[in-house]
């Protein structure tokens, strides 16, 4: 019987030369990932271990962005916490304000974060770098504890879905259309503790910042990971990126999936996630008058330069509609300085749009772009739960860049098609 590529990587890393389903096992970590919300208690608990020091300083990555530039006193001593952490431990991977960018597009761009490794983040997004090829799962503070004083977690061999990728995208549809597409699909329990496995000769026509798009989202639908095959665009990114050592796993041709899925990409429509969870969705030609307040346009799921150019794309020569906020976060330093350079932030500033510094800010309602009650808000954001990005009584609906810039031209949930385009 063969293996996944996450049973692959997995067994490798734990030493062993077959792993299966169910199998509890100890793999070493090839990196180790916090936040300004989540290293502050991983620390703390390091504290209770009278662990001295960290197993790898060149294996950590800490990243302030939540709140980041500082909102208040409780957030300012929150990256206090993880400062002086990283300066005692010295921290290679520390990124302060005015390096730092949104962790999960930040930490490939750094090149931190390769095929065939290992990396647990106290963040449950930390799935993306599956699209590098790599296992890439999230956990909780007390786990990320462990795993800086160790450099070793302990996981259960996870199941996997095979999902395969055919045809051509048409313009306007996105990676963040193929995984809501696949998330309405299969449900926020339909892979639940499983491995996404994707692959077929669709994800050829999907970018790097598609895939990364697509494995974030893994966890949305209960994933453990979503992991892509290493192709020429994938190995291409990682020698742009890093000097790291990298391995390139295959699935097995006879490796067990308990379900496969083919998705022809070219029948695929714009999709949006409805409240109050991501699948609830419906491609935009079937959404209605649906008036809306906010756009957001970034995150770790969607601040990325493909992103950003595809908005400005639909921005360009056009206005915000009345009476509506429109928020664009570029995911990272580097992003937010090539947008500049490309001239999309004077695209969006002229359309009446505001252009945020990198945080996560508004997609954990944590500041930049809060909502009232009764505000509805487009935005490409991952989460769109009961008060996630304000009051309880408010209404998110998760979408596309393009979807989300037609929608703040027309002050409704709206495709780039109704605008001529």
């Known amino acids: ?22 199998q509890l096992i100890e793999a070493d970590l090839d990196l180790v990932l916090g936040n300004d919300i989540t290293s502050p208690v991983a620390i703390h608990e390091m504290d209770k271990m009278k662990v001295q020091g960290v197993f790898n300083k060149d294996k950590i990555a800490l990243v302030p ?18 400062r002086e952490f990283a300066r005692k431990n010295e921290i290679t991977n520390y990124f302060e ?19 065939g490794d290992v990396v647990i983040g106290a963040d449950s997004h930390t799935c993306t770098y599956g699209a590098l090829g790599a296992f890439s799962t999230g956990v909780g503070s007390t786990d990320m504890a462990a795993g800086m004083a160790t450099g070793k977690a302990w996981f ?35 892979a639940l503790y ?4 994707f692959t077929g000769d669709g994800i050829k026509n999907l970018s790097m910042d598609d895939r990364f798009t697509i494995a974030n989202m893994a966890i949305e639908a209960g994933g453990k990971n979503g992991i892509f095959p290493v192709d020429d665009v994938a190995e291409a990114y990682i020698k742009e ?10 699935a097995d041709e006879d490796a067990v999936y308990d379900a496969v899925y083919t998705i022809d990409l070219s029948t695929l429509k714009p999709t949006v996630a409805f409240p109050h969870l991501p699948e609830n969705t419906h491609t935009v030609d079937e959404a209605g008058d649906i008036k809306i307040d906010q756009v957001v ?43 500049m350079e490309e001239g999309l932030l004077k695209t ?24 009232a009650e009764g505000e509805r808000c487009v935005s490409t954001t991952n989460r769109n739960f009961v008060g996630r990005m304000g009051h309880v009584k408010s209404e998110i609906y998760l979408a596309s860049p393009a979807v989300a810039a037609a929608s703040a031209v027309t002050g409704r949930i709206s495709e780039p098609a109704e605008l001529g385009l």
């Open 241 to 250: 990126h890093s000097t790291k050592k990298y391995t390139i796993y295959e």
């Open 194 to 197: 499983k491995s996404m496995e």
């Open 156 to 190: 259960k061999v996870p199941s996997a879905i095979k999902f395969v990728l055919t045809g051509k995208p048409s313009k306007w549809v996105s990676g963040k259309d193929v995984i809501l597409h696949i998330i309405g699909m299969i449900g926020v329990d339909g």
């Open 65 to 82: 962005d939540h709140f980041v530039p500082n909102k208040d006193i409780k957030s300012a001593e929150h990256c206090k916490c993880v």
């Open 297 to 339: 346009i970034g995150s770790c799921t969607n601040g990325r330069l493909d992103d950003l150019r595809v908005a400005a794309e639909v921005l360009q020569g056009r206005k915000v509609a009345p009476g509506l906020r429109v928020i664009v976060i570029p995911a990272t330093q580097k992003i937010y300085l090539q947008a």
């Open 1 to 22: 019987m063969g293996m996944t590529m996450t049973q692959k990587i997995l067994a490798a890393h734990a030493g062993l030369p077959y792993v299966e389903a169910g």
């Open 97 to 115: 304000v005015g390096q730092m960018g949104i962790e999960h597009a930040l930490l490939p761009e750094k090149g931190l974060t390769v095929a």
């Open 348 to 371: 969006f500033i002229e359309a009446g749009a505001v252009v945020s510094t990198p945080t996560c800010g508004p997609c954990l309602g944590g500041y930049m772009g809060i909502l």
